[in-house]
């Protein structure tokens, strides 16, 4: 069904446009999940805290994931989700590196959950020095992606590499938004700690697309540079830059969500959840952020995208930061 056709009665729809696709091809898709170490711990965690077994990591994962999820988005007040693919590793002449990195999601997989259930919007993940790049471009939008989604520091992408300015081109008039990994990561490998910085964005803004700078730029925990005074600088010089509130209630990311109230910021700011990322808001109950009473009766809702929306509207965030994005988005009307 089509979304707009499905939504119709229930605007404006509220999106977060920030939740990750997880999968092991153990169905066939062709994605592939590799944990070792810290990871995998950590993998085991976000799956139980889900209410999934953690055997889940060895059975039909994407289908488990996504029945879960679906269950979590129609329990919840919103009316979509954002739901985003994985691509691998490339060295900057488009060769894939499948010894790199953690987890392949291919784009089918989203594109194909999202053509069954109105609730999943495609997020596609290409990774532009790929030999087919522009022609793959091509097949998701025609297959219906909202947008682009990347991680630079990640998938070792220099979104400033000059020989990129093809894809920025057709992404800015296909209108498909980039949303770019920005600041440190640690749920999944870092390949090129200096991609991680917002100021390489330049370029595909500077061609036109309209770029969601994921968490804000900020930092992902204590070791690692935070970008967000840099985001928020851009914010004034490009009027298509916006910053997204994914994972920042969180123990280690939750420094600058406040900020991103400001009359000046708000309006650049989008909802996600970044799920299955844990929703933790001890430390915004603690620095004083929230009442106790409010912290304990949210830190209890079941499900994860709930207790996440719930939290940002108890810190005061108002309703256009959750249905900004039917605005941004590539969808179809
Ligand atoms: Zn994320």
């Known amino acids: 069904m089509d979304f707009w056709q499905s939504k119709r009665n229930q605007f404006p729809v509220r999106i977060d446009m920030h939740v990750h696709m997880v999968g092991n091809g153990s169905a066939g898709s062709g994605g592939w999940l590799r944990l070792k170490g810290w990871h995998s711990f950590l993998a085991g965690f976000m799956i139980r805290q889900l209410g999934m077994p953690a055997t889940a990591l060895e059975g039909d994962l994407e289908k488990i994931y996504s029945d879960n999820l679906l269950k979590f988005v129609r329990e919840s007040s919103l009316g979509a989700v954002v739901l985003l693919a994985h691509e691998r590793v490339h060295d900057p002449d488009g060769t894939p590196r499948e010894d790199l990195g953690s987890m392949f999601v291919p784009n089918d997989v989203v594109l194909d959950l999202a053509r069954e259930h109105p609730e999943f919007l495609a997020g596609v993940s290409i990774h532009p020095a790929r030999r087919d790049a522009l022609d793959e471009l091509d097949r998701c939008i025609a297959r219906g992606a909202v947008l682009m989604k990347c991680l630079p520091n990640c998938q070792n992408i220099d979104p400033s590499d000059k020989r990129y300015v093809p894809f920025w081109n057709k992404m800015a008039k296909a209108r498909l938004p980039l949303l770019a990994h920005t600041g440190g990561e640690h749920t999944v490998p870092v390949v090129n700690k200096k991609f991680a910085d917002p100021k390489l964005l330049r370029t595909p803004l500077e061609c036109g697309v309209t770029v969601i700078a994921a ?119």
């Open 215 to 333: 968490n804000c730029a900020t930092s992902s925990g204590a070791f690692d540079r935070d970008y967000f005074d840099d985001w928020v600088a851009m914010t004034r010089e490009f009027p298509n830059l916006y910053g997204d509130i994914s994972a920042l209630i969180s123990v280690n990311r939750c420094a600058h969500l406040l900020d991103c109230r400001e009359p000046a910021i708000e309006p650049r700011i989008l909802h996600g959840s970044d799920f299955p990322v844990p929703v933790l808001a001890h430390r915004l109950w603690l620095n004083g952020s929230l009442d106790h009473e409010a912290f304990r009766r949210i830190q209890n809702i079941g499900n994860p995208l709930e207790r996440d929306f719930q939290f940002k509207r108890a810190l005061g965030f108002s309703d256009e930061v959750f249905t900004r994005a039917t605005d941004l988005l590539r969808l179809q009307r």
